[in-house]
């Protein structure tokens, strides 16, 4: 028998000048990023992608966004091309697919353009997936902006603004700024934050907002949704704890 408690936020895409983000914010063990329990973290530091059910051109923006993402971590983080089933919560790969349910088998809700499903043990990432809504299109620049938005939360990383920082100018805010054509300097030092050690860091980052709760036990698997609607876009993040 599962037991599930859902967390629900939206926010609306808005037109914002780029400025400085406040801190980042983690993707934590007990599943709420304003905690001081363990940051969530790939060990080894590295992540299989498998984009093969895309067609060509949508591979070359996924290449794209993961080289915005290789070249300031580095030697921190690698990624490499690896071999699964779209949708498979627990093989290892993540896959990038369209797919007409999103990876928990739960139609996408009105407006919803990417869902990404990431599954842990401990602090240990062991699965992320991306799929998008074939509904909806995006053009390239949307495609490829949403896939690296994802793709810092395969990597570890939560919304800029979700403990009370403005996140202003962040890829990965909840408000995704027209224009942002690679991670800011506020996601890449989320990210090295996260892999800047061998073993893995517990503590919330200097200058990051920590409304702590009380950790709560279990595998969890979190749902990271990027909404549209309207001519807007929106982050809804949706979070499930088995």
Known sequence: MTFARMLL???VLLAASAGDANAFNLLR?????CSTASNLRWDPARVSIDDSALDSEERNLVDEAVDAWRGPLG???TFRSGSGDVCDLDDGITSIAFTDVDCQGVPYGQGILAITVSTWR?????DADISFNPRINLSRA???QVAMHEL????????SDSCGDS???????SRLVAGITEPQADDIAGARFIYGGGGGDVGVPEGANACAVAPSAGPQVP???????????ALRLRRSQK
Do not use: K
């Open 9 to 11: 936020a939206t926010a």
């Open 29 to 33: 063990s007990n599943g709420d990023p």
């Open 75 to 77: 030697s921190r983080f």
């Open 122 to 126: 401990g602090n240990r990432l062991v």
């Open 142 to 144: 949307q495609f490829r």
């Open 152 to 159: 810092g939360h395969v990597i570890g990383l939560d919304h």
């Open 167 to 173: 996140g202003e100018g962040t890829l990965m805010n």
């Open 223 to 233: 749902v990271w949704a990027l909404v549209g609607g309207l001519g807007l876009l």
